[in-house]
């Protein structure tokens, strides 16, 4: 920790600053920087990120099936991309879910995607706490390919990170056509527009 507060305070700007350019994913991203490495805007350049080539509309069924099976998602299903850093917000993705119940979570499960197994009994007994846990399935990390088919499979994506950079994922879910929810934070509005 101590050595990543020395690389963030020391070493960063210090790169910055002698760069002939700084690359960057999002508008969002440049205003972070200019404003915390004290460079000048010239020096920076946004680049959009896309999403993979992998991301797009399945229209197998029987390897949609087979995914369905495979990740125990027998329902409709809301789809969300987990982390144990806070930021990911996934305490709230599951209070979120559970106010859901008396109108139309009943019918839904929601599966949260690439939390390691060593933290899903913490997030396990809050869906606990809120009377969902049987309604929540854990996926653990997952090949992409596997992600595309879910992103499909889902009725919805939410992503209410509280910060990022780009949010590659919700770019992800609209290729392959799957509604999305976002935050208001960092980067999303920009990646997100109107569209999600």
Not at 31 to 46: C, Y
Not at 87 to 103: G, P, S
Request: proline share 5%; glycine share 6%; with cysteine.
């Amino acid at each position: 920790q101590r050595l990543g507060r020395l690389y963030r305070r020391l070493i960063v700007p210090l790169a910055a600053r002698r760069a002939e350019a700084i690359v960057t994913v999002s508008n969002h991203s440049q205003r972070d920087i200019l404003r915390h490495l004290n460079v000048k805007e010239a020096k920076t350049h946004v680049v959009w990120e896309a999403p993979n080539r992998a991301c797009r509309v399945i229209t197998d069924n029987n390897e949609l099936s087979r995914m369905r099976e495979e990740y125990g998602l027998d329902r409709s299903f809301i789809l969300a991309l987990a982390g144990v850093d806070p930021r990911k917000n996934t305490r709230r993705i599951i209070e979120a879910f559970a106010l859901l119940q008396d109108d139309v979570a009943r019918d839904y499960q929601l599966a949260l995607v690439g939390l390691p197994s060593s933290a899903q009994q913490d997030f396990l007994q809050h869906a606990q706490n809120l009377g969902v846990a049987n309604q929540v399935v854990f996926t653990g990390f997952i090949p992409e390919e596997d992600l595309v088919a879910l992103y499909n499979l889902a009725q919805v994506f939410v992503y209410p990170s509280l910060y990022e950079g780009f949010g590659l994922p919700v770019l992800e879910a609209m290729a392959c056509g799957t509604p999305v929810i976002t935050s208001p934070r960092g980067s999303l509005p920009e990646v997100a527009g109107d569209a999600a």
